[in-house]
């Protein structure tokens, strides 16, 4: 290999890794969220059989390394049942189920914070199921988890580095190559370092602005 300083190009590079990282990020953060509130819409109305594989299915995705689960999925799985997979899908199916896995056990605990009280008064006065959920818990639910769902969203932004193992170009791997090709690491992972800490420095502003309009909505309002 023939090193070689930096160039003006490289910026593009990075330009391009950065964009692919957070592609992918928002691709695998609204699965992520869809899947894991759904899941929590199952354990509210308690649908034994698909409750109890759900949580399973948690279980074993939030209590093993990302890591493991990328390579069972992008090398474990289409050996064993033959499959055609490519890093990208790889990468989406794996971030996106990781990311499921911890919304459903926020969406639980937020759901469940909700007071009794609340629930019994609303079925009294004669709505059902679903309006209570819809008008009484998932307001304050949503409340209530902004905050966590924040710090999982800043935490599975960082966790996209790992997808560079496999193949995709993302940041990390445009790091990667622009290292080996110019042997200046302390450089090239400053930089990478910087950008990762930008866009996670977005991601919780927006949230932390997210939470203070809904929790001011959402406050009770004295005479």
Do not use: C
């Amino acid at each position: 290999m023939r090193y070689s300083e930096f160039t003006p190009f490289d910026i593009v590079l990075l330009a391009q890794g950065l964009g692919v990282t957070i592609g992918l990020f928002l691709v695998t953060s609204l699965i992520g969220l869809f899947l894991g509130a759904l899941w929590g819409i199952v354990r509210f109305y308690r649908v034994l059989v698909l409750t109890q594989l759900i949580t399973f299915v948690a279980e074993i995705l939030k209590n093993s390394p990302v890591l493991v689960q990328l390579f069972l999925v992008f090398f474990g799985f289409p050996a064993f049942f033959h499959l055609n997979m490519t890093p990208v899908n790889a990468s989406v199916l794996t971030l996106s189920l990781n990311t499921a896995a911890f919304v459903y056990v926020i969406a639980v605990s937020s759901i469940e914070s909700i007071g009794r009280d609340q629930v019994e008064a609303a079925r009294v006065f004669g709505l059902s199921r679903w309006q209570v959920l819809r008008h009484v818990i998932a307001p304050q639910a949503l409340a209530f988890s902004i905050g966590p769902l924040t710090a999982l969203l800043v935490n599975q932004l960082q966790v996209t580095s790992m997808i560079s193992v496999i193949g995709v170009m993302d940041l990390a791997k445009i790091g990667a190559t622009l290292n080996l090709r110019t042997l200046q690491p302390f450089i090239v992972w400053t930089v990478v370092g910087i950008l990762y800490y930008l866009a996670a420095k977005l991601v919780a502003s927006l949230g932390a602005r997210l939470e203070k309009r809904l929790r001011a909505h959402s406050a009770f309002r004295g005479l």
